[in-house]
């Protein structure tokens, strides 16, 4: 244990308050999390979000890409996290495919907050799946997109690239990210975008902008435990910062992921795109 970095304060998140946070500027922590000790780590260090990633696929299970993950995956890892702490705000992602029509999407979700405890469900991309945002949002299943690098369209894109580097791209963003809150979302991940388009997408909508590659003006970030404890297998992206070096422990390393996010420490330049 770091015992020079004290605890951040315990706060708690809760739907309705998000959009005050963002008013406020009080940036938001988030991070993965798929077993219950972790989860429990995480609360103590102060983590405001707890996301359980379909990136469970890769750092878990040991796949190349997201693809395979499947709904029941995501209620196991879920409800694993669920047991093992109560304040965070727990995130679930939607796995791919689980929201390619309405009814498929709310059955999805259903499960994922009955059975895993999710209190706000993460869908990627607009076009069609706004429809299943606006479908979940009207039925009391908060929503959280995801926009710009969307893992689950890795085959479309070719790869896990940086997105809206054209202008044409950026300003399509730009309104994807407005559609996505016209539809209902009550916070956006923008994953692996310039960091000047996030800070635009941010300052053009009301609620919260979750960063990951996207740089430092987005309302708040999320990061992959697994990278910010080092233990990635394989290349590591560009955004990602070893927070175990500086941390010292795993209850250190995460509460220097808190405290760098809340002071904006976290990420410098070297991090964004
Ligand atoms: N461990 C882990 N961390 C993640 O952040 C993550 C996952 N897994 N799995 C699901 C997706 C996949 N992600 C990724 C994976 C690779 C890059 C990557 O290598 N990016 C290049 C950018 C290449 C370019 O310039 O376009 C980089 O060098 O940063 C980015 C995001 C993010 N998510
Ligand atoms: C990288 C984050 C945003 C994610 O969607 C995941 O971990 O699956
Ligand atoms: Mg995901």
Redesign the pocket.
Known sequence: MNHSTPAPSLRKITVPSLRQFKRQGDKISML?CYDAAFADSLDRAGVDII?V????GMVVQGRAD?LAVSVSDMVYHAAAVRRGTTRPLLLV?MPFQSYANEQRALDAAHRLVAEGGAEMV?L?GAGPVLDAITYLAQREIPVCG?LGLT?QSVNRLGGFKVQGKEQSAAERLVEDAKRVQQAGAELL?L?CVPAGLAKRITSELDIPT?G?GAGSECDGQ???LHDLLGVTPGNRPRFVKDFLAEGGSVQGAVRAFVEAVRDGAFPAAEHSY
């Open positions: 993965t996301l990633g379909d990136s469970l997201t992602d993460k990627e995801h893992p991940v994953e979750i990951i999320v990061l992959v």
